[in-house]
């Protein structure tokens, strides 16, 4: 039984940079007084206005004053809301007692966290608790981690129609990207560094390719820390940044879906830099440059970039199924959005809307988009967010 409330999404953080753009999208793409109630809010109201006037929100957008500091004001919040939307970041600092809130009312929650450590503790401290509930929890509901989750199901599924089953061997490679990562990320990446320095429990976390599948240990899985040549692709490969949360989001997926991928399944995510000595030189390059999330010199939180270059923005991942016997499979996920703002915003109020409105069925508990939505999230992003989903030959 669906839960009934006065709103069906409710965007908390709707005035910060993500969180505008988000609220933004929901404004444009299914405006108020329609089939989806929804509302706006934070901790400032006047903030709340302005942005709700600056992004030719209707007047009548109803605004919300809540603060993660303040457990009655979001409790009074979750109390209104079918789900709600975070943008309120870093989710190690800012996150759980939305999560509390939202488990104990039974409603939903989503969020764009690439926390894996702060993702661990809330499965261990929640995940039993929202089963009983009926609260579905959606970690990662943006660049990190759906084009890259939703492309590895959709390969699956494609290996099941053109091999007669799924393939235990997956490279997730970045074949071209334009456009910056949030200034929320990296300030998520800090606040992890920090927590690891204080813990070693989290940076022993963070190592585990299954720290988000409690129980279940796979194989060994490739690092992707250095330099490597694809030789089914014959193309030399770097690191790339997000491989830490994606892959492990991934392996989460597996186990949600009773390990459909296989239980020895092995996955990795690198940039394709080309072939021959000039990619070899490239994945190097990449190697040994500073992280675009490390340092003082990125975006903060609440900064980003301008319009024309979200707008300008793309990404292309190829993934490639490797079956035992030898054959492959090939599939690739394309956005026409700058990944960290312009995609991202339309992925997560796209997976909300599914998650309420696609009669998925699911139940209660801390999931994956991609274990929860599957294919109705496919059909949402192509249909509404720019993204492609298209089967490659070989």
Same mark, same amino acid.
């Given at each position: 039984?669906?839960?009934?409330?006065?709103?069906?999404?409710?965007?908390?953080?709707?005035?910060?940079?993500?969180?505008?753009?988000?609220?933004?999208?929901?404004?444009?793409?299914?405006?108020?007084?329609?089939?989806?109630?929804?509302?706006?809010?934070?901790?400032?109201?006047?903030?709340?206005?302005?942005?709700?006037?600056?992004?030719?929100?209707?007047?009548?957008?109803?605004?919300?004053?809540?603060?993660?500091?303040? #457990? /009655? @004001? =979001? *409790? $009074?919040?979750?109390?209104? &809301?079918?789900?709600?939307?975070?943008?309120?970041?870093?989710?190690?600092?800012?996150?759980?007692?939305?999560?509390?809130?939202?488990?104990?009312?039974?409603?939903?929650?989503?969020?764009?966290?690439?926390?894996?450590?702060?993702?661990?503790?809330?499965?261990?401290?929640?995940?039993?608790?929202?089963?009983?509930?009926?609260?579905?929890?959606?970690?990662?509901?943006?660049?990190?981690?759906?084009?890259?989750?939703?492309?590895?199901?959709?390969?699956?599924?494609?290996?099941?129609?053109?091999?007669?089953?799924?393939?235990?061997?997956?490279?997730?490679?970045?074949?071209?990207?334009?456009?910056?990562?949030?200034?929320?990320? #990296? /300030? @998520? =990446? *800090? $606040?992890?560094?920090?927590? &690891?320095?204080?813990?070693?429990?989290?940076?022993?976390?963070?190592?585990?390719?299954?720290?988000?599948?409690?129980?279940?240990?796979?194989?060994?899985?490739?690092?992707?820390?250095?330099?490597?040549?694809?030789?089914?692709?014959?193309?030399?490969?770097?690191?790339?940044?997000?491989?830490?949360?994606?892959?492990?989001?991934?392996?989460?997926?597996?186990?949600?879906?009773?390990?459909?991928?296989?239980?020895?399944?092995?996955?990795?995510?690198?940039?394709?830099?080309?072939?021959?000595?000039?990619?070899?030189?490239?994945?190097?390059?990449?190697?040994?440059?500073?992280?675009?999330?490390?340092?003082?010199?990125?975006?903060?939180?609440?900064?980003?970039?301008?319009?024309?270059?979200?707008?300008?923005?793309?990404?292309?991942?190829?993934?490639?199924?490797?079956?035992?016997?030898?054959?492959?499979?090939?599939?690739?996920?394309?956005?026409?959005?700058?990944?960290?703002?312009?995609?991202?915003?339309?992925?997560?109020?796209?997976?909300?809307?599914?998650?309420?409105?696609?009669?998925?069925?699911?139940?209660?508990?801390?999931?994956?988009?991609?274990?929860?939505?599957?294919?109705?999230?496919?059909?949402?992003?192509?249909?509404?967010?720019?993204?492609?989903?298209?089967?490659?030959?070989?």
């Amino acid at each position: 039984m669906p839960r009934s409330a006065e709103f069906d999404i409710v965007v908390y953080g709707a005035s910060g940079f993500t969180g505008r753009l988000v609220a933004e999208y929901v404004a444009q793409r299914y405006g108020v007084g329609g089939d989806l109630k929804w509302a706006m809010a934070g901790r400032d109201e006047a903030k709340l206005a302005q942005v709700r006037d600056e992004i030719g929100a209707p007047a009548e957008t109803p605004l919300i004053v809540a603060d993660t500091d303040d #457990a /009655a @004001s =979001l *409790k $009074a919040m979750v109390g209104r &809301a079918r789900a709600v939307i975070t943008t309120v970041g870093p989710y190690q600092l800012y996150g759980e007692p939305l999560v509390a809130a939202c488990v104990a009312a039974g409603a939903d929650y989503l969020d764009l966290c690439g926390e894996p450590a702060w993702m661990r503790l809330m499965i261990d401290r929640y995940d039993a608790q929202a089963r009983e509930t009926g609260a579905r929890i959606l970690f990662s509901c943006g660049f990190d981690s759906i084009p890259f989750e939703l492309g590895v199901w959709f390969l699956q599924e494609t290996a099941r129609a053109s091999l007669g089953g799924t393939v235990p061997r997956v490279l997730g490679r970045v074949r071209k990207m334009q456009g910056g990562f949030s200034g929320g990320t #990296a /300030a @998520s =990446l *800090k $606040a992890t560094m920090a927590a &690891a320095a204080q813990d070693p429990g989290v940076m022993e976390l963070l190592r585990d390719p299954f720290a988000l599948t409690p129980g279940f240990s796979g194989p060994k899985q490739p690092h992707g820390m250095a330099p490597a040549f694809d030789e089914p692709l014959d193309a030399w490969a770097a690191p790339f940044v997000m491989a830490a949360i994606n892959t492990r989001n991934v392996h989460r997926s597996n186990a949600l879906l009773d390990h459909a991928y296989g239980q020895g399944f092995v996955y990795d995510e690198m940039i394709s830099t080309g072939p021959g000595e000039q990619g070899e030189a490239i994945a190097k390059a990449i190697a040994t440059a500073p992280s675009p999330l490390a340092g003082e010199g990125g975006p903060k939180p609440g900064e980003g970039p301008s319009k024309t270059d979200r707008e300008n923005g793309f990404y292309d991942i190829l993934f490639l199924g490797l079956a035992e016997d030898g054959r492959q499979v090939r599939v690739a996920v394309a956005g026409d959005r700058d990944p960290g703002y312009g995609s991202t915003s339309r992925m997560i109020a796209e997976t909300a809307v599914c998650l309420l409105h696609d009669d998925a069925g699911v139940r209660g508990g801390l999931w994956t988009p991609a274990a929860a939505l599957g294919r109705p999230l496919i059909d949402r992003l192509v249909t509404n967010a720019g993204l492609t989903f298209e089967v490659e030959s070989a």
